[in-house]
């Protein structure tokens, strides 16, 4: 039998140097996607809906003659939500409840301040939402209503006034749970545009698709490279890795649960990744044969199976204080601690996307309907990014009132800066507020 998972011992002298190895991901630039995306978001900046409805009608295989047809009426969105089986109506409105619950939290520790200073000025921080934002839902393949939900919510809680959403409909199949998502998240508008030519319209605009302030949702490596050449004429979310879950185990967990754990990620695609961190040699042998006895069992057993021989490992530490610290070192997107006392690691922890803490907070629920956001970081940037957030669709402006009596003393002080900068004109317009002293 060829190898199923790499096994690592924190002990080893290459043991970094192989851990590594084993995180690296390089998102390799294909050129022909890159030459592809240049030119169709060129040709949608230039020939607008025309280019839209070309680019749709080929890649998603349908026959439209306008892009008026691929705007759904409301109508359709709820018709979608009332025709749901009643189990999948609830569960949908079940998770929304919750994740509209966690971010309007969120939202209560985001607001603006304003303090004066005893001569009268006033300083603060005002917080206003972003006016229109684009969500990009896949299509095809698979369909992501729970993405719809962790998208659109956020947004809608953060007081955005226009939520566009764009979803591939290949063949003119639509998927109709992720329509529902869309009219119990609130979304305003919802166009059955996909690909770099979505990105292009929402970044860009067309006589019937308006600009939009920031794109943010997953997609395939067309609306990846879209996504990153758009950056700066709108705000992305981030550029998204292959999924990741890292498990810190003690070793008193079901080791069938732990397994199960890393299934749950290493079944996204081959490059998904999935480690046990875990100080218990025995333990470690019983997950693995865990893992054999429970993959023939998994429908997307194949992909497993890749992803786990490529990607994935089971790490014997030290203790669990070594195991943090790889963990803050691999700043995984979904970080389980699996222990009898989890908060005492966690307090340990400095980076990761999500912590689950305790054998029956599995990833899974935080994928669906727990609260908090499933949109995190990949590839270690968890060292300096975090989950999508109200405050993803919220800008700041910093507000200043200066009074009289403070323009004295700040004006006096930023003169003699700007003169040192060179930048007179600065001096003298700070000077011409200072009252004479004659």
Not at 59 to 80: C, G
Not at 392 to 416: N, T
Request: aromatic share 6%; hydrophobic share 45%.
């Amino acid at each position: 039998m060829s190898k199923r998972i790499a096994k690592l011992d924190s002990t080893h002298p290459q043991f970094t140097a192989d851990l590594h190895r084993l995180l690296a991901f390089e998102s390799a630039t294909d050129e022909a996607i890159e030459h592809a995306v240049a030119g169709i978001l060129a040709d949608v900046k230039a020939r607008g809906d025309a280019a839209v409805l070309e680019y749709t009608n080929r890649f998603d295989r349908v026959n439209a003659q306008s892009v008026a047809q691929f705007d759904l009426p409301q109508a359709e969105l709820d018709a979608a939500l009332a025709g749901l089986p009643a189990a999948q109506r609830d569960a949908l409105q079940f998770a929304a409840d919750r994740i509209r619950a966690f971010h309007e939290r969120q939202k209560q520790e985001l607001n603006g301040f304003t303090y004066t200073e005893p001569d009268g000025t006033v300083l603060g921080q005002r917080v206003t939402p972003l006016d229109r934002v684009g969500i990009y839902v896949p299509g095809g393949k698979a369909a992501y209503p729970s993405s719809v939900l962790m998208n659109a919510i956020p947004a809608q809680v953060a007081g955005v006034r226009d939520i566009v959403m764009v979803v591939p409909t290949p063949d003119g199949v639509k998927n109709q749970m992720v329509l529902a998502a869309a009219a119990i998240a609130g979304v305003t508008r919802v166009i059955t545009i996909g690909g770099a030519q979505a990105v292009a319209a929402l970044a860009y605009g067309t006589a019937s698709i308006p600009p939009v302030d920031k794109i943010v949702g997953p997609g395939n490596a067309y609306v990846a490279a879209a996504k990153r050449r758009v950056f700066g004429t709108v705000g992305i979310d981030m550029i998204a890795g292959p999924s990741e879950i890292l498990v810190l185990c003690d070793g008193t967990t079901d080791p069938d649960w732990v397994a199960m754990d890393l299934f749950s990620q290493a079944e996204h695609d081959e490059l998904a990744q999935a480690i046990l961190l875990c100080p218990d040699a025995a333990y470690i042998a019983q997950v693995e044969a865990s893992i054999e006895k429970l993959l023939p069992t998994m429908p997307r057993a194949e992909t497993i199976a890749a992803s786990l021989s490529g990607r994935g490992a089971l790490v014997k530490v030290r203790d669990m204080e070594e195991a943090c610290a790889i963990a803050n070192d691999i700043a995984a997107e979904h970080l389980e601690i699996s222990a009898e006392n989890p908060q005492q690691w966690a307090d340990r922890i400095r980076h990761a996307g999500a912590m689950f803490l305790g054998r029956f907070s599995s990833e899974a629920l935080g994928d669906y309907c727990c609260g908090p956001n499933h949109v995190l970081p990949t590839s270690r940037t968890a060292r300096f990014s975090s989950p999508l957030g109200v405050y993803d669709f919220q800008k700041r402006s910093s507000v200043l009132f200066v009074s009289e009596e403070g323009a004295q003393v700040l004006g006096a002080a930023a003169a003699q800066l700007a003169y040192g900068e060179g930048l007179p004109a600065h001096a003298r317009s700070a000077e011409l507020r200072i009252r004479s002293r004659s």
